[in-house]
């Protein structure tokens, strides 16, 4: 299983935007980015998942480059609700296996 | 929809005692996972379905056993319970759709201790 490597933790403020950075150097070509969201006593919860180039929606942006060996998970405006840690995982669809680093830790501070 | 659900969402066990985790989805999903959290660290894959009477080894097997033989169960087993799997467990299940989505719904995780 291809691994990914993220910061250890990251501090903000109320309202900046986030940019947390995932490597991928070994990703297969049927490894679909992933980012995950958790809170303190609670399951993983999905946030985006891309290819390549780039995927919004309503609660962040998945920037990919045209190599796919890093990805760059995009917070606009965050929130102290915000704080949780987030996880950059490869889902390789056809095999069915996903494998989740240790994450990043976001401490969003008023 | 109730989404996943696990049972029990904790328990105390001795070391040596066996007991079985339990893990529904009513989504329909092919797929199915079972992972362990221990404190400040990622999840871990134990072992995952790709569909009822299939399944296989994740990163973490030993010590855990698991059966499919419907859709919506996926129940983990703890056979002789060392207190080195004192963690949390979760169980996620997804659909992957023909473009390659795939997003895994996860279970609110039951809490073990071994002592």
């Known amino acids: 299983l291809a691994k990914t490597t993220q910061p250890v933790s990251m501090d903000s403020y109320e309202g900046q935007e986030v940019n947390i950075t995932c490597s991928h150097n070994?990703?297969?070509?049927?490894?679909?980015i992933t980012w995950y969201q958790q809170f303190p006593s609670q399951g993983p919860r999905f946030i985006i998942q891309g290819y390549k180039t780039k995927v919004t929606n309503e609660v962040a942006s998945l920037f990919i480059p045209a190599d796919r060996k890093s990805s760059t998970l995009s917070l606009p405006r965050v929130s102290l609700s915000d704080t949780a840690v987030y996880y950059c995982?490869?889902?390789?669809?056809?095999?069915?296996?996903?494998?989740f680093g240790d994450g990043t830790t976001l401490t969003v501070k008023p | 929809n109730a989404g996943v659900t696990q049972t029990p969402k904790f328990r105390i066990l001795k070391i040596g005692q066996s007991m079985t985790l339990q893990c529904t989805q009513d989504m329909n999903h092919n797929y199915m996972y079972w992972y362990r959290q221990d404190p400040g660290m990622g999840l871990k894959l134990i072992y995952y379905?790709?569909?009822?009477?299939?399944?296989d080894k994740g990163e973490v097997p030993n010590g855990y056993n698991v059966s499919r033989s419907t859709t919506e169960d996926f129940p983990l087993r703890l056979e002789l319970a060392a207190p080195s799997q004192t963690s949390v467990y979760f169980c996620a299940s997804s659909y992957p759709g023909t473009s390659g989505y795939n997003e895994q719904f996860f279970g609110p995780g039951t809490r073990l201790t071994v002592l």
């Open positions: 070994n990703i297969a070509t049927n490894d679909y």
């Open positions: 379905s790709v569909g009822a009477g299939i399944t």
């Open positions: 995982l490869l889902l390789n669809t056809n095999a069915g296996k996903s494998t």
